[in-house]
């Protein structure tokens, strides 16, 4: 049996509302941003803020279709959805249109459609769906590798469109999985590759080494708690380490420093692994397994830094870690933007009065950087503003998402709240010089159809699910 309810009466009238205040506030912006004093009317369809307002208008039809579409149609199609997206993802590789040396695009009249930002949505049903599925656990190894083939299959077909930014975006939906109960080995494991990531660019191997055995030992404390383990695998430890360096010195053997901090880790290792099996110590050798991959990991960084990225992405990258200054070349957009942030100072300089907005220092103003008109026009009061109603607007998905009696529904609400919130904070970041510049869209602010459509789409099947989530599912 099913309980019908009526669906508009219990619609989320705040989400709708702070929704409806979001895309204001981004047409508003938008119109600043690329503001000509010969097309002064906001609702001028040859400029961008008019074919907004076209995509704003679609996108609130599009948003009443989701609400009128049954509950059911989003869990029995789940994958369905995700199989078409992934079509469509190879399809553009081969037919779609190329713009800034990124070939994401269908090209319809005039008019561009962006099938990886609709991909995202779909893995998020897919993930969803897989999840709520009865006596499916999610720490196997057959649900590992069923995730990870749901989320790096869009992530890998994106990338190989040459857009590094939307497939970075896929990875956010660990977050997901944690929430619905992922290991937290995985968890941590994801986190260290991502500092090994960073350190092997900015570090001598040995140092993260060092730095990699270090964190082995606070995860083996922590995880067990008893200082009696850690300590005895420390002590085996600086004891190879002493009798490695004296074969090298007696013997002038010639090992540098390197070579007798890796000999000694395997040596140690071994002697720490007999021991464990013997006293059952829990996790060691899992643990040793990460720290060897860490290192091997680490010798790999190089190889896909040099050859998987794009020269103005190793740049960018290198930019933001201190590594490489190139203020006319891609700092260029972000030192602009920072101007123009800081330059508004506490309240702004006022409506249409940027100076760095007026005339055109800062490319992308309207699509990637809008938050840098925002920060030069509002000021400080203005970008409070704006990241003060993002956050209620997470805020209130994490309750409704929490509310709900569907595994379904509470699984696909996490995905939409990690969606957004990578998408604000990387945003976010980029203006203001904190994350390199992956050219992510702004929810809701950033000019284009494709992504206001695929942020309301996104939003507004949750919020249908919301609306029905005291109906008795079969």
């Known amino acids: 049996m099913r309980r019908r309810i009526n669906i508009w009466a219990s619609i989320d009238w705040l989400t709708v509302a702070l929704y409806l205040l979001l895309v204001f506030l981004g047409w508003v912006n938008i119109y600043a941003a690329v503001y000509n004093e010969e097309h002064q009317s906001i609702f001028d369809f040859s400029m961008r803020y008019g074919k907004q307002i076209i995509w704003i208008c679609s996108a609130i039809v599009i948003a009443f279709l989701v609400f009128i579409v049954d509950i059911n149609f989003y869990s029995y199609f789940a994958y369905a959805i995700y199989g078409l997206m992934i079509l469509l993802l190879i399809l553009v590789l081969f037919f779609g249109v190329e713009v800034n040396a990124t070939r994401s695009w269908f090209q319809l009249g005039s008019f561009r459609i962006q099938p990886s930002e609709f991909a995202k949505i779909a893995t998020a049903l897919a993930i969803a769906r897989y999840l709520s599925t009865y006596n499916v656990q999610i720490n196997t190894f057959k649900s590992y590798w069923r995730l990870a083939a749901l989320i790096l299959i869009p992530a890998l077909l994106t990338f190989i469109q040459n857009d590094t930014g939307s497939a970075l975006v896929y990875f956010v939906f660990i977050l997901v999985l944690f929430r619905e109960g992922l290991s937290t080995e995985i968890l941590l494991l994801g986190i260290v590759m991502v500092i090994l990531f960073v350190l092997a660019l900015i570090l001598e191997k040995l140092t993260i080494i060092l730095l990699s055995i270090g964190l082995i030992f606070i995860i083996f404390t922590f995880i067990h708690r008893n200082l009696k383990h ?70 790999s960084v190089d190889f896909v830094f ?84 993002f956050v209620i607007l997470l805020l209130r998905l994490i309750y409704l998402a929490e509310r709900q009696r569907s595994s379904f529904s509470r699984i696909y609400g996490y995905g939409v709240i990690s969606l957004l919130f990578f998408h604000i904070a990387v945003n976010i970041g980029m203006t203001i010089g904190l994350v390199p510049v992956i050219g992510i869209p702004l929810p809701f602010f950033s000019y284009g159809g494709s992504s206001l459509w695929a942020f309301t789409i996104l939003l507004f099947i949750f919020l249908r699910l919301d609306a029905s989530r005291l109906e008795m599912l079969s």
């Open 230 to 299: 850690s300590g005895a695998a420390l002590f085996i430890l600086i004891l190879s380490v002493l009798i490695t360096f004296g074969i090298n010195h007696i013997f002038e053997i010639g090992l540098s420093y390197y070579y007798i901090i890796l000999i000694s880790l395997g040596l140690s290792s071994l002697v720490y692994t007999i021991l464990a099996l013997r006293y059952r110590i829990k996790h060691v050798i899992m643990l040793l397994i990460i720290l060897f991959g860490s290192i091997l990991f680490t010798y």
């Open 306 to 389: 040099d050859n998987f990225l794009e020269p103005h992405q190793q740049k960018r990258i290198n930019v933001v870690l201190g590594l490489e200054s190139d203020p006319f070349g891609v700092e260029y957009n972000v030192n602009q933007s920072k101007i123009a942030i800081g330059s508004g100072g506490f309240s702004g300089k006022g409506f249409l009065r940027g100076t760095q907005t007026k005339y055109d220092f800062v490319p992308e103003q309207s699509t990637d950087f809008i938050f840098c008109t925002i920060g030069e026009e509002w000021g400080f009061l203005g970008t409070f503003t704006i990241i003060t109603l």
